[in-house]
């Protein structure tokens, strides 16, 4: 599916196919950004030693970017960010308990030297943007795909304040 190159994939790792309603918006934009990902269902805790393969090989397999997910003790992108130079990306999924406040500090609350750059509480399309925006350091395309994505923002925010000016007018 690349419209980019065969380095510029991104490996995107789930806690749990829990997760996955939330993280189909992220894979839905790396689509949109014609970025080419492999989706994998990992946990920090009942899969460690695949956690450390992912990481470990992330590099060699082509890998420009990670995005990690994890509700609760969501310690799977900090982990592997342990094992990589690949730069992480941590979605904070919203759990019952703690509104995932639990996830947004256990992702963001990192050690110096091991970054992981955090997204907000269910923020996955975001982590799909920064995805984008790092890559797009070494891509041409992707720099023009993300400006007319900003346009298209743009664009949407005055479509609804014209809207809501004709609301108001007329209310
Ligand atoms: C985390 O625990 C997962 O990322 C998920 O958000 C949460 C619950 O996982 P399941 O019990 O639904 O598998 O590790």
């Known amino acids: 599916m690349s419209k980019t190159s065969k380095a510029m994939k ?12 939330v993280m189909k918006d992220c894979l839905a934009t790396l689509k949109k950004f014609e ?14 030693e695949k956690s ?28 592997i960010a342990a094992y990589t130079t690949v730069p992480v990306i941590g979605v904070p999924i919203k759990s019952d308990a703690l509104d995932g406040m639990d996830a947004l500090l256990a992702i963001a609350q990192m050690p110096p030297g091991i970054p ?5 509480i269910n923020g996955s399309v975001n982590a799909a ?14 720099q023009i ?20 000016q004709e609301v108001i007018k007329n209310g």
């Open 10 to 21: 991104v490996l995107v790792v789930m806690g749990s196919d829990s997760d996955y309603n």
């Open 35 to 48: 970025i080419e990902y492999e989706c994998v269902v990992c946990s920090a805790h009942r899969t460690p």
């Open 52 to 79: 450390r393969e992912l990481a470990k090989s992330a590099k060699k397999n082509g890998f420009a970017c990670i995005i990690a997910a994890a509700g609760k003790a969501a310690h799977l992108p900090g982990v």
């Open 116 to 120: 992981v750059a955090t997204v907000a």
């Open 129 to 142: 943007v920064l995805a984008a925006q790092i890559m797009a350091v070494k891509s041409k395309a992707l």
């Open 145 to 164: 795909k993300l400006k007319d994505y900003k346009q298209e923002l743009e664009e949407k925010v005055e479509k609804k304040n014209a809207q809501l």
